[in-house]
């Protein structure tokens, strides 16, 4: 019979309220309404197992996303989905492309006098990889590319939290492996953070703002 076993992690705090590496717009800068689009690549989905709820997990990818989608209040993100027939959609889209994630395991062969070698399978950290593109639409030709960015995040592990989400890969004697909601989500909002990040440049030079001071200034 198998056992789940949950692995233990250190409390992941979600970062979107602080957004240490998007500078918020200078003061007086317009803000502009753009039309979401969050893909979420199935490759996302391949580390857990087939009975955890797609649904659930497209959710926390929303939820981790989401409150950095305004970058440094220069938008005002609206889901492509909250558009309607014969709504007006605005001039510019950005798309959140989530592409992989991955947890990260270490099987380590433990042996001890009097007993039979074994592999001890532990967590040691989970990435995730996202790209955005932000572009500007016209009447009767293709959208203007106004800049694309792509970057990685990661989230480290420690015992002291326990797993909801069902990992496809077992330990040796076949326990199951349980994954906190908060690894995951962490993962995917700081690989988006860091690519909307490099995406501000491209986005001020659109609207012609200032660039944001350098650190220490």
Same mark, same amino acid.
């Given at each position: 019979?198998r056992t789940?076993?949950p692995?233990?992690?250190?409390?992941?705090?979600?970062?979107?309220l /602080?957004?240490?590496?998007?500078k918020t717009a %200078?003061?007086?800068?317009?803000?502009v309404?753009?039309?979401?689009?969050?893909? =979420?690549d /199935?490759a996302?989905?391949?580390?857990?197992a087939? #009975? =955890?709820?797609r649904?659930q997990?497209?959710?926390?990818?929303e939820d981790a996303?989401?409150?950095?989608?305004d970058v440094?209040?220069?938008?005002?993100?609206?889901?492509t989905? /909250?558009?309607?027939?014969?709504d007006? *959609?605005?001039?510019? /889209?950005? !798309?959140?492309h989530?592409?992989?994630?991955?947890?990260?395991?270490e *099987?380590?062969?433990?042996?001890? $006098?009097?007993q039979?070698?074994?592999?001890? !399978?532990?967590?040691?950290r989970?990435?995730?990889?996202?790209?955005? =593109?932000f572009?500007? &639409? &016209?009447?009767?030709a %293709?959208?203007l590319l106004?800049?694309?960015?792509?970057?990685?995040?990661?989230?480290?592990?420690?015992?002291?939290?326990?797993g909801e989400l069902l990992?496809r890969? $077992?330990?040796?004697a076949g326990e199951?492996?349980?994954l906190?909601?908060?690894?995951?989500?962490q993962?995917?909002?700081?690989?988006v953070e860091?690519?909307l990040?490099?995406?501000?440049?491209?986005? #001020? &030079?659109?609207?012609?703002?200032?660039?944001?001071p350098?650190?220490? *200034?």
């Amino acid at each position: 019979m198998r056992t789940l076993i949950p692995l233990l992690f250190a409390p992941l705090a979600l970062p979107a309220l /602080a957004c240490h590496n998007i500078k918020t717009a %200078p003061e007086g800068s317009p803000r502009v309404e753009v039309e979401l689009v969050i893909d =979420v690549d /199935a490759a996302v989905y391949d580390p857990f197992a087939d #009975d =955890v709820d797609r649904t659930q997990l497209r959710g926390l990818v929303e939820d981790a996303v989401v409150p950095l989608s305004d970058v440094g209040l220069r938008f005002y993100p609206v889901p492509t989905e /909250a558009y309607k027939d014969g709504d007006v *959609h605005p001039e510019y /889209a950005l !798309t959140i492309h989530v592409q992989r994630f991955n947890a990260v395991l270490e *099987h380590k062969l433990i042996e001890a $006098e009097g007993q039979a070698p074994w592999i001890r !399978t532990t967590l040691e950290r989970t990435d995730a990889q996202s790209s955005v =593109v932000f572009e500007r &639409r &016209r009447d009767g030709a %293709p959208p203007l590319l106004v800049g694309s960015a792509q970057a990685e995040g990661d989230a480290k592990v420690a015992p002291e939290e326990t797993g909801e989400l069902l990992l496809r890969h $077992e330990t040796q004697a076949g326990e199951q492996i349980l994954l906190p909601h908060s690894a995951f989500s962490q993962a995917v909002q700081e690989s988006v953070e860091k690519a909307l990040a490099l995406l501000q440049k491209a986005v #001020d &030079r659109e609207f012609m703002l200032p660039a944001p001071p350098a650190p220490g *200034h």
